[in-house]
């Protein structure tokens, strides 16, 4: 690809930038010296479009379809070059998670350097990868503690589709790329072992839930308002199979309270985990028993003005909002706040479900919040609900209804057969 000064793909901004405006820039050091990044702060830019930057990505893409039609086998491009071509075509496709958890995964794969290598795997020729390559790359990750699913699922299927992209005829900007077969279309994929039924009955989750609100009205002032708004939560969670981070974004303005005491939130489609791929809005309903405790939570004084669910602000925020309001939740560590709370809704039900087997609790082995999920879906599915209309009640598809979310254990599978029986002996 030519070299014009100041244009690159940002990993850190995850896109193509320009520095060749007079814009701010960092100068990097180390294996990467003489490379100009944007600072942090400018991060925001990148994702409002200006004038200067329109002409700077005009050139670039101009510079791209010229360096494409000349490309040819002969031109041994690289695994770096061509993840260069590849994560410039996905961009647009992917939403900013996906993409981060893209470029991460395949960093970690093209650094990769085999022992006697003088190169890494991203400095290799991809024409001459072999599927023996990859196996050696796979075993060595997985003897560095990684679990074969991360590595199967994740890091091979992102190097996978990396080789997919590049060894097929595109159209436009991208003809030409050198690989006219797929160099490792014949590696097979790891055997992973099928995952643990994610079973909770409806008895334990019943007792779990009851545990969190006493757990809440035991404490006092601040601790028990924000305790009994995420035990409202954690019940939503389990009455309706959405998604908790859909829960930990939900706002006000996004949520429609109809006459028979039904309720939906109606989110974005770039709010939530499909809404990139399918374009379309996530509707999550809600039951009249989960709309009266979020009726409870709107009629607090002092509650947060935007966000539904909120939990006890952090000392790093003191100066965010009234300790009534409190912070809205993140789901996963990574999610931090931009003010430094690490607090996540993820950590706080599993510091709770050990407290409750601590208090005598029987509890399933392993048992998450996301099992919540799994329990709606598998239990759906012993009233005898399509899979269909189960999965338009919980954003997914389908075949995700069938494959990962219906878990029947011993009682489950009898319940199913006593209904099959039930309606075959039935009379006309």
């Given at each position: ?7 690159f793909y940002d990993k850190r901004a995850k896109c193509w930038a320009t520095n060749s405006l007079g814009e701010p820039r960092h100068i990097a050091k ?52 061509i993840q260069e071509f590849y994560l410039h075509a996905v961009d647009g496709d992917l939403t900013p998670d996906s993409l981060n958890h893209r470029v ?316 099959i029986q039930g309606r075959m002996n039935a009379k006309p």
């Open positions: 690809m030519p070299q014009q000064p100041g244009v180390g294996p990467n010296a003489g490379k100009m990044y944007r600072p942090r702060s400018y991060a925001r830019h990148l994702t409002h479009p200006t004038k200067d930057r329109r002409a700077a990505e005009g050139w670039l893409n101009d510079q791209l379809e010229t360096t494409a039609t000349k490309l040819s086998p002969a031109n041994n491009l690289t695994l770096d070059q991460e995964q395949l960093d970690r794969c093209l650094g990769w350097r085999g022992r006697g290598w003088a190169q890494t795997l991203g400095q290799r020729v991809a024409a001459e990868v072999t599927v023996d390559d990859i196996e050696t790359m796979a075993d060595a990750l997985l003897a560095e503690g990684l679990s074969r699913s991360y590595v199967n699922d994740s890091l091979l299927r992102s190097l996978r589709r990396l080789f997919s992209w590049a060894s097929d005829v595109k159209p436009g900007l991208y003809a030409g790329l050198p690989l006219k077969e797929n160099p490792i279309a014949k590696f097979k994929s790891l055997v992973v072992p099928r995952r643990k039924l994610r079973v909770v009955s409806s008895n334990e989750a019943a007792l779990f839930q009851k545990f969190l609100y006493k757990s809440a009205l035991r404490e006092s002032g601040l601790l028990r308002r924000f305790g009994l708004i995420t035990a409202h939560m954690i019940f939503a969670l389990r009455e309706t199979g959405a998604r908790p981070k859909e829960l930990c974004v939900a706002e006000w303005s996004e949520l429609n309270v109809h006459a028979d005491g039904w309720g939906t939130i109606i989110l974005p489609d770039w709010k939530h985990k499909t809404g990139k791929k399918t374009g379309r809005e996530r509707i999550v309903p809600l039951p009249p028993h989960v709309m009266r405790r979020i009726e409870w939570i709107r009629a607090l004084p002092g509650r947060h003005e935007k966000f539904i669910f909120t939990h006890k602000r952090s000392q790093l925020c003191r100066e965010e909002g009234t300790p009534e309001a409190g912070q809205p939740w993140t789901w996963v560590n990574h999610e931090k706040k931009q003010c430094g709370t690490s607090q996540n809704l993820q950590g706080w039900f599993y510091r709770h479900r050990i407290a409750a087997e601590a208090a005598g609790l029987t509890m399933p082995k392993g048992f998450r919040m996301y099992w919540q999920r799994s329990r709606f879906s598998t239990h759906a599915r012993l009233k005898g609900n399509a899979a269909s209309q189960i999965a338009q009640t919980m954003g997914t598809s389908e075949k995700y209804i069938e494959a990962s979310y219906s878990d029947f254990d011993e009682q489950n599978t009898l319940s199913i057969a006593r209904l």
